[in-house]
């Protein structure tokens, strides 16, 4: 097989245009190829850029062809996934069932290993009914939401697949996802995504397909402890009961905040940076134009992504979990607390366009100490409660700008369910990132345009952008406690869907062939 790098095709043109492309590159009519990657290159003349696999050997190439086309055609040989339980792990308890823990529970069960699961929510179609609850009344449950439940903080999102990763294994993950009800094009988009509505039925039947291989669910049930021996841990437990294995695995996400007091109880964690900040709407349409400079049916909702990093100010600002044709969502996980977060469905064509945008913070601003950072997110989340008295409060730039609470919104309206105040966002945070993120908001612009129009609404408040915390590891064993692997964001290792499967793989990888036992 070889592959075909830089095919372009104008973004208006169908597959047929791509095999033509492809047979006059190689001068071959008869050949079968599949999609490798395709990018959609904005630049100059819009078009999507293709790499494709086709089922000839290079020796059936034209020498001239080979030397023309240069670093653009290569032979391709296909990685496959092969690992054993060369360790002969008998058993294994996981808490989490988000993508960390699905996917190392997807391995390990897969080779045989009695793989436990224990889930503090519901599985994810009761929990559907709880999130429609909490979208329709702002009524919270604490163990059922948009952190909380099967499939983890991913499964109500917007479903981006992206990961900047260069493993290999990342095939792997996105081949598990198409088995279990993904769309195929996933496997080589850019920028792959799924939508919630999609990624709801996936985590469904990747539930069903790790139970076919032995493994069992314990749902509504939360690891409150450990008993430990000799630098071990001998079992864990429950609010129901308790558990043994060979080893445990902790894909617990980066809102336990209770797990995360027990595990420094234990001294198993120390504090990290992580960012806070607002979520901006625009509408999709004047995102779209601003990217694009059209705009087009024919063309997928417009992403960005933007950094600052300006050495005036005391925190780099980027935007984050960008989700065109989004929703604006409660996120929360606490009762009489809020923060937000950004969601979409699958054909990304909702009214708006949203994003976080967040500035770093570290110690300087909330302190030493190993939660220093979780009681920050604390303090600021019920301030945002409060501003909110249930609704979440939202502000047009231009009045953030100015300081002013909004008295009327403009042309885009706040997504947010069940429903919105104005208030002046100013005082939630301290100055300093106030001040950082409105010089951001200004230099974002010039790179889209309208990005800091008066009328983009920012609402309040994003805090869960990643771990406050970290779960000391190497090669992911816990420092302390041998046969703990701590895995996924929660951990501090990973950041998205995509990167936190993906350690849960290793992490199985690790627990079935690394040298050291559990
Ligand atoms: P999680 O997915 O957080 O899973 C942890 C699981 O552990 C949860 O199910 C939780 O209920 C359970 N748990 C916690 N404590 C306990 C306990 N004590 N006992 C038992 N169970 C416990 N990433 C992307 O790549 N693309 C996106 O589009 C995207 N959009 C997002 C939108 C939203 C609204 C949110 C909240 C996040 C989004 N993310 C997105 C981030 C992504 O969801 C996370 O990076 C990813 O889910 C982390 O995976 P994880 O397995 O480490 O943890």
Redesign the pocket.
Known sequence: MIILRNIKVPYDKDEKFLSGEIAKKLNKRDFNYKIYKKSLDARHEISFVYQVIVDLDLADIDKKIIKRLKNNIEEFHEDKLEVENINKIKSAVI???????LFAAYLLAKKGVKVTL????KKVEERLRDIDTLHETGKLDENSN?????G???T???????SRSKDKRVSHVFEIFVKNGAPEDILYEQKPHIGTDILRNVIKNIRQDIERKGAIYKFS???IDFEICNGKINKIITDKGEYSADCYIL??????RD?FVMLDKYDLIEQKPFAVGFRIEHLRKNIDKAQYGMISEKLPSATYQLNVTDKEEAHSVYTF?MCPGGYV?N?SSIKSQLCI???SYHDRRGENSNSAVVATIDKKIYGEGNLAGMNFQNEIEKKAYKMGGGLAPVQRVKDFMENRATEKLGEVLPTFKPGYVFADLNEIYPESINHAIKNALKLMNRRVHGFCSDDAILTGVET?TSSPIRIVRENYRSEKLKNLFPI???AGY?????S?ALDGLKCAMEILEGEKEC
């Open positions: 808490i989490g069932t988000g993508p960390a823990g224990i889930e503090r929510g948009v952190q909380f439940g099967e983890g903080a991913g109500f999102s917007d479903g981006k697949l992206t049930e939360k690891l894909a617990i996400g980066n809102s336990a797990t979990c969502v996120s977060n950004g969601m869960r996924g964001e929660g990973s950041g998205g869907i995509i936190s």
